[in-house]
């Protein structure tokens, strides 16, 4: 029998599996601060972990898509030498990114099977847009068939889903949105992938810390991103900036994420284009670590 790529790299990760596992931690006290690995996108994989963990970062947010730090196709040569060089640096991967809307990703298998036997614990998954013929309800019904097949394949490779909550036309914009399609699932199988900033500007005034109390027993990590309203072209328009300089509460999200216990990975992202993308990251990272000490009362954990 011809020897498969699939059957390669789910041989290969077996091969791997004695060296490639996380060493077992105690439980968090405080969550792990992680980049979102795109906002270094020149940067290769092999020098991510050593440049995050001079900055202060314990996680690491792994772009697996195209275009993003392990191009999904080449998953086979490149999955298991990303998360080693990262790990080799004392920064944990606690999440991949993915572009993933369906089983029919033929590069999912071979992703989700490595980074199940590293430990890898969390892959968030693509988006689904709404389109503009589309009924609403029968647009919901088509994503929950989509993102039942995906969380079967992260169970299968011992992965929890996360649904990330965009802004704009696409499922899952509202959290509410996400709780019908994720509400007969296991939760944990999938949970959310909270977004403070998106929820804002979905929510307005009030609307974001009720979606944030429906989801945070289910809050499997949460993006750092802020942003504010600005006139263009006679409609308002999210502009991201550095954090603290949005209109994003800040103060009570973390508050709120202390109070319901949440421990899981915090993935900092730079939406907005800074002259210094270093200076801005170095900037952004010290307002988290400002404010979960604030809320949990004490120092973010390192790993």
């Not at 996108?41 to 195209?66: A, N, W």
Request: with cysteine; hydrophobic share 40%.
């Amino acid at each position: 029998m011809p020897l498969t790529r699939r059957a390669f790299t789910l041989g290969a990760a077996a091969a791997f599996q004695a060296n490639a596992q996380a060493p077992a931690q105690a439980p968090r006290a405080t969550p792990l601060i992680c980049l979102f690995s795109e906002c270094l996108p020149k940067i290769h994989y092999s020098e991510l972990g050593g440049i995050l963990r001079d900055m202060g970062f314990g996680g690491c947010d792994l772009t697996v898509r195209p275009g993003g730090h392990v191009e999904p196709v080449l998953s086979a040569a490149d999955m298991y030498r990303a998360v080693e060089a990262i790990r080799a640096e004392t920064v944990d991967v606690p999440v991949i990114t993915t572009a993933s809307t369906s089983t029919a990703d033929s590069t999912l298998p071979n992703v989700l099977a490595l980074c199940g036997r590293m430990k890898v614990p969390l892959f968030k998954m693509g988006y689904w847009p709404y389109r503009p013929t589309d009924r609403i309800e029968t647009r919901i019904e088509e994503v929950r068939r989509d993102v039942t097949g995906l969380v079967s394949f992260g169970q299968g490779y011992h992965m929890v889903a996360a649904f990330h909550n965009r802004s704009g036309d696409f499922v899952g914009q509202a959290v509410w949105d996400i709780r019908e399609i994720i509400s007969g699932m296991e939760p944990d199988r999938i949970g959310y992938c909270f977004d403070p900033s998106n929820a804002t500007a979905e929510g307005g005034v009030a609307g974001w810390s009720i979606a944030l109390r429906m989801a945070l027993p289910r809050i499997k990590m949460v993006t750092v991103q802020d942003f504010n309203w600005v006139k263009e072209g006679g409609k308002q328009t999210m502009r991201m900036c550095p954090l603290g300089e949005g209109i994003v509460d800040w103060p009570r999200v973390f508050a709120m994420l202390a109070n319901g216990g949440f421990t899981g990975p915090l993935s900092l992202y730079v939406s907005y284009e800074p002259q210094n993308q270093i200076a801005a990251i170095t900037r952004d990272l010290a307002f988290v670590k400002k404010h979960v000490a604030a809320a949990y009362g004490s120092a973010p954990d390192k790993l």
